[in-house]
Structures are given as structure tokens and as C-alpha cells.
């Protein structure tokens, strides 16, 4: 008999299949399709603190235009201010109230102090577990690298004392060495990491010389970062891994595994093939399973990372010299002479 079951920050999932953060999982009803086609736990879409301020600016201005003509709208209702993250944390409940899968809410915050504000009020709203999205893209070039990680590490050691609920953080693949940042977070209790946040960039129209935003959803091949991470951490932290972007099937999920992930996380495969996938993710999965006389997924989990694989080479540097010293018969695939 084949048992799916892992252990995520501390939660104890079906399988290691997690739906990932986007705007597929804000509708009740696919929510709930979601859990039918198997899915493990769902991360609710980020609480943005940018996105409320923006909110509140423009409520302000709207206020302040409409005071102007109706001025007795200002002694009539002196204190009309915008909801902040309310309307977010509604929407939290009636998800948490229609699943029996974990709901993991998702928290990408600007100031210390709002971290800390939103972190309470989102534990409150009853989540299983929350993820930190540290999103952050560096724009000046005056910003050391050591103090965008300083600030990160000290949200972690102001939220440490706060959260009772099991926590993640996604986190971005460009820090000078990941792997030193994840195991500083890792000392401070992190439940979990997620690799990596994918950092949506913008592109140029030629033609209208304009700058343009077009969402892009992951390819199947860009799980490899992941992969290599899980495989570089597995046994190394306390925390669970889990690897995320570019997971398009049960072998992509497998592959993690194998590194020596604890759980995936899905969406671009989800928006390319309906949210029913997942039943055929996990399907793929329990038949290499089977293949291969494995029970459950500490059978196999980890057993290519760099700590079990037999092959000294696999994560150095020296693999990757390797690679371009024999690649002539790619050039030559693609260039005959
Ligand atoms: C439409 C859309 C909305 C997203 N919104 C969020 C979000 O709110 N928070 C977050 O951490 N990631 C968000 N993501 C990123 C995904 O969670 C995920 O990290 C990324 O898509 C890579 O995984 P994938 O290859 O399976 O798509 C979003 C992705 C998409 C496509």
C-alpha cells in the first residue's frame, strides 16, 4: 500500500503536492475543486502591504475630492478610513471554513512593524500556517547586499516571538550564498523554506517603446535551481524544503524528492492544464512508486542530495567546468560542420 504522507513545518500532509500562491486559489469554488483533485495543503495568495497602502492613498484621495464637493460628508463621517488588510483577512475565514486540507496564508510586508501587525492578525484568522514572501528586488545601487539580509533576519527575530502558527519563507535564489542565509534562518526556527521565489521582470515593447508586464508562467525546465538547492540542503537543516517553480508533473515532484525535497509547490502547471492536474500529478507519482517498490516517500527522499549520492562530483563547481570542456557535440547538434 502506498502512502503519500509527509511531514511540512511541523503539519502533516496527504502528500507532498501543495498549490502555491496566485490569484487560481482567491475562488472559493476552484478552492474546493482543488482539494477534490487531491491537493495536499493550499497557500493562500500574498497580503501585500504595498498593495494596501496604494489602497488607502487612493481611498484618501477619493475622500478628499468627495469632501470637497459634500463638505458636510466631513463632520458627518470624520473618521472614514480604508479596511487595511480586512477585506484579505475575510477572505482567509471563508477559505479556511469550506477546506479540511491546510490553508497556508502568504505575507509580503515592507516595514518591520507591519510584519509583526500582519502576522498576528492573519494567525488570528485561523491558517494552519503562513509563508513569508520576501520578495524584494533591489533597485538602488547604493544597498549592501549584507543589510537587505540583516533586515530579513531581524523580521524573522521580531515575528519569532509573535507567531504560534507554523511558519515558511519564500525566499529569493539571489542572495551571494543562499545556502548561508537559509541555514541563519534555519537557527532562528523557520518550519520551512520554499525555492525560490519566482521574480517576475518586465519587458520592452520595440515598437511602442514602451515598457510592458506580461505575466509569464514558469517552463518545465526551470526547476533545476530548486532541485539543486533541495539537494545541496537535504539533512542539513531542521527545516523542511520544499521546491516550487517549474513543477509540471509527478516526475518533476519525484525528481525533488529524490534531492531530497519534503514537498512541492504547483501553479504555473495548474493554469496551463486546469486545476483537475493534480489528481494526475499524484497518479505519476504513486506509479513510479509502485515501479520502483517504494512505500512511502522516505523510501527515496534524498537519495541523489549531495549528502547520500554516490557521485563526489554531482553539486561541485568541477561538474560544470566538466560539462563545457565535453560540449562540443551540443554546439555540433546545433551547428553541424
Ligand atoms: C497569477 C500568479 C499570481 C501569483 N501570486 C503570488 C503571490 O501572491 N504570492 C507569491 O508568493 N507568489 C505568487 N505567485 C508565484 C507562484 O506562487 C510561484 O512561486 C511561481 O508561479 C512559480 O511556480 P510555478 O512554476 O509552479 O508557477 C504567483 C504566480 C502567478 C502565476
Redesign the pocket.
Known sequence: MIDLKTSYMGIELKNPVII????LVTNLETLKQLEIAGAAAIVY??LFEEQIQLEELEFDEELTTYNERHAEMLSLFPEMKHAGPKEHLMKLKQAKEILTIPLIA?LNCVNEDTWVDYVEKIQDSGVDGLEL?F?AVPKDLSIEGQSIENEQIAVLKKIKNKIKIPYSV?LSPFYSNPLNVISKMDQLGVGAFVLF??LFQPDINVDSKEMIFP?N??HPD?NRLALRFSGLLYDQVKASICG????YSGTDAVKMILAGADTV?????L?KNKVEYVATVLKDIESYMNTNNYNKLDDFRGLLSKKSTKDPYAYKRAQYVDILMKSDHIFNKYSPR
Open positions: 502555491g500562491a496566485s490569484n495568495k500574498s502568504s514572501n520578495y519564500k521565489n519566482k505575466y508562467l514558469s526551470e516550487g517553480t517549474g513543477i509547490q504547483i501553479v504555473s502547471a493554469y
